[in-house]
Structure formats: structure tokens, C-alpha cells
């Protein structure tokens, strides 16, 4: 594969996923989804900013009725725990007893997702599955089930197809990886 280069603020990254390849594996967890969870009447919640690009593509191939919306994580300083707590913002569906199917972009070590599952039991949904786009195995600190993952990749900071370095390149339809010099 031809590496394109691209600098972005500051840093240097390349492609290291390709958008043919993207499209390929969207197609793969469309169908695997066509397949699991046609009669389930799921609710996709797709995370933002970053699944943005993954929950449109991917939600464009589901042929079973189903509802999609858009939740974000919210950081605020508590005033009575120490550090900073991220709250769920954007539920606005009765989640009770439903199949939610959460869509991320990347699961890094899954503390974000473990969050998001937590804050969402609350709403005693039926079952919770999650699909993200890409994993970092090597990276992961909390227990969390996957059920649909698109690419497996290295412990390395990547960005494009909706993912961001300080705001910008969510824009570039494939995924690139910073450049060590
Ligand atoms: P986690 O909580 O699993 O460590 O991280 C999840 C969030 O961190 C993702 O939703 C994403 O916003 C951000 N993140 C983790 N790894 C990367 C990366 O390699 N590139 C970018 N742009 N964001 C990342």
C-alpha cells in the first residue's frame, strides 16, 4: 500500500487503514448485525464526537427496523469526588428493556466504555452490545465485552474517518497513524 502522508498541527501521520478496507469491514458488521439482531428492535447509541462517521456508514446497511441516537460524555469537575467526572449526556429514549447496541471509534482502554455500560444499566435496558470501530487490545485496563470490532490495531495514537487530534481531521474518510520521528 502506497502510504499517504498527512501533517496535522504539529504532527506527522500516515495511512495505515485504507478507506476500501473500512468500507469492507462496515459491510462485515452490517450483515453480522443483520443477521443477530433483526427481531431484537435495537437501539443504536452512537458515542460522539468520534463515531460520528462509523454510526452514518454503518447504519446506512441495516435492513431491520431499529432507532439511532447520539450520546455524549460530558466532563465536570465534581464537587464532591476528586478529579473529574463524566456524566452521559443526551438520553432522551425509555431504554428500559430494550437491546442498546453502543457504537464507538475506538476502544483505548476501555475506561470511557466501562463508563458508558455503567451509566447506562441504570436505565435497565434488556441487554447492552457494543460495536466500535477500532480496538487497541494491548492498550485495555477494564473488562468490557465487544461484540462487533472492525480493526484490531496497535497500541500507536491514530486519527481521521471521525476520529481527532485537538479537534481536527475527524474529515479524512481513512485511518492514519502518527509518524515517529
Ligand atoms: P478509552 O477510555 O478506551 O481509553 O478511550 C476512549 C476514547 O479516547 C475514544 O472514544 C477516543 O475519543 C479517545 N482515543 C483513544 N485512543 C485514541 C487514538 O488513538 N486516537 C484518537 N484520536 N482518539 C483516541
Known amino acids: 500500500m502506497l502510504k499517504k502522508r498527512t501533517k496535522v498541527l504539529d504532527l506527522t501521520f500516515e495511512t495505515t487503514i485504507t478507506e476500501e478496507r473500512i468500507c469492507k469491514e462496515i459491510s462485515r458488521i452490517a450483515a453480522e448485525m443483520n443477521r443477530d439482531l433483526a427481531d431484537k428492535n435495537p437501539i443504536f ?27 455524549k460524555l460530558a466532563s465536570y469537575e465534581g464537587t464532591q469526588t476528586s478529579g473529574t467526572v463524566k456524566q452521559l449526556i443526551g438520553i432522551n429514549q425509555d431504554l428500559k428493556d430494550r437491546t442498546v447496541v453502543i457504537l464507538e471509534d475506538i476502544v483505548d482502554t476501555g475506561i470511557t466504555l466501562d463508563t458508558i455500560i455503567r451509566q447506562l444499566s441504570g436505565y435497565q435496558p434488556k441487554e447492552i452490545m457494543v460495536a466500535t470501530m477500532l480496538h487497541k487490545p494491548d492498550a485495555l485496563q477494564k473488562e468490557v465485552k ?32 502518527l509518524v515517529k520521528d
Open 146 to 177: 465487544l461484540d462487533y470490532v472492525g480493526f484490531e490495531i496497535p497500541n500507536e495514537f491514530v486519527l481521521g474517518y471521525g476520529l481527532d487530534y485537538n479537534g481536527y481531521a475527524r474529515n479524512l474518510p481513512e485511518i492514519y497513524t
Open 45 to 71: 447509541l452512537g458515542i460522539l464526537n468520534g463515531a460520528f462517521m462509523f454510526a452514518s456508514d454503518l447504519f446506512k446497511q441495516i435492513t431491520f427496523p431499529c432507532q439511532i441516537t447520539f450520546l
